[in-house]
């Protein structure tokens, strides 16, 4: 059975710093194509950022120069560096697979795996 598990979500002071991880089981991640979404209440689920296969990124304008994705596929494991942070980064994160894999897109309804998402506050 695939599961995705994010973890590193909390709370921090505006231009903090948090590293989001999202460890994969029952497949493996490199076969995949893998995106982070966030969530704020009241608001759609956007996508932040993804990664195909071959390592290739895409970033949403408003986490672009701030925020890195990335994976290591040892360790099966997916990571959303995010630096310089401010409060409109509040929300629930979650990590995402897409087993067709056709590249490095943030469209929501491509990813068929989600994982529970873990929360991040930035304070002002």
């Known amino acids: 059975q695939v599961q995705l598990v994010e973890s590193g979500g909390g709370s921090v002071q505006a231009k903090g710093s948090l590293r989001l991880s999202c460890a994969a089981s029952?497949?493996?991640?490199?076969?995949?194509?893998m995106a982070w979404f966030r969530q704020a209440p009241g608001k759609e689920r956007e996508g932040v950022a993804a990664?195909?296969?071959?390592?290739?990124?895409t970033y949403s304008d408003s986490v672009k120069g701030r925020f890195t994705i990335s994976k290591d596929n040892a360790k099966n494991t997916l990571f959303l560096q995010m630096n310089s942070l401010t409060p409109e980064d509040t929300a629930m994160y979650y990590c995402?697979?897409?087993?067709?894999?056709?590249?490095?897109?943030?469209?929501?309804?491509?990813?068929?795996?989600w994982g529970q998402g873990t929360q991040v506050t930035v304070s002002s």
């Open positions: 990664i195909d296969r071959a390592g290739s990124t």
């Open positions: 995402a697979a897409h087993p067709g894999c056709g590249g490095a897109y943030l469209t929501r309804s491509l990813y068929s795996v």
């Open positions: 029952g497949y493996t991640l490199n076969k995949y194509c």
